[in-house]
């Protein structure tokens, strides 16, 4: 009896280690298999975020394609052509536009509500802005400039307008971005308008002192 009882116990310890050897054994591979799931994920995320990129740098190249086009046929060179020439190189310029345009790029930026609310806010103060340019355009820009020198890790030239630096805080970093962008290609515009309406006016004084010339 003593035999047998002996025997029995070292079966069943025997069955109990081979019952812990399979539960560790499934344990490992479980937690090999959840390693190797995560690094696909860590993987995927990275090209995710390359994927984001290159998406955001082709709209962000949409919007200088269209502004370069928009340029050249406002610059002072398509005023110095023959009418002839400048219909010909207009017909260029918007097939080129009307082409850009049919590429649809967009970037979908995940925002919570505050985020939301404060984009919505920076928005307005520009557009106010934007609104009155045609009203006094040297004061559209100083205003546009300190907009600008909230959004600029570098040290601004002029004042920064503090609480649009708030607004801008609040909201999310490609928002912010995007703020930038949208802030560097006004003040583009409206340094190229400054340059044409000081080249007409020059253009006009020319005009007036030939005119006095002649009639002296």
Not at 183 to 199: D, H, P, V, W, Y
Request: glycine share 4%.
């Amino acid at each position: 009896i003593s035999a047998k009882a002996s025997e029995g116990a070292q079966q069943q310890q025997q069955q109990s280690g081979g019952q812990l050897r399979g539960r560790f054994y499934r344990s490992t591979s479980m937690a090999d298999r959840s390693s190797r799931l995560l690094e696909n994920l860590d993987q995927l995320e990275l090209r995710v975020e390359a994927f984001r990129d290159a998406a955001s740098a082709m709209e962000q190249e949409k919007e200088i394609l269209l502004e370069m086009i928009h340029n050249i046929q406002n610059s002072q060179d398509m005023r110095h052509i023959s009418e002839g020439e400048r219909e010909e190189l207009n017909l260029t310029a918007n097939r080129l536009m009307g082409r850009t345009l049919t590429v649809e790029v967009s970037v979908e930026t995940i925002r919570n509500a505050q985020q939301q609310e404060s984009l919505l806010h920076a928005t307005k103060m520009i557009d106010e802005i934007v609104n009155k340019l045609l009203d006094d355009l040297e004061d559209a820009k100083i205003r546009l400039m300190s907009l600008y020198g909230a959004c600029t890790s570098d040290v601004p030239a002029g004042p920064i307008d503090q609480k649009f630096q708030s607004v801008v805080i609040g909201c999310a970093i490609e928002d912010q971005k995007k703020i930038k962008r949208r802030l560097e290609t006004l003040l583009r515009n409206l340094e190229n308008s400054e340059k044409s309406i000081t080249l007409l006016e020059h253009q006009k004084s020319s005009v007036r002192q030939s005119c006095n010339s002649k009639q002296d």
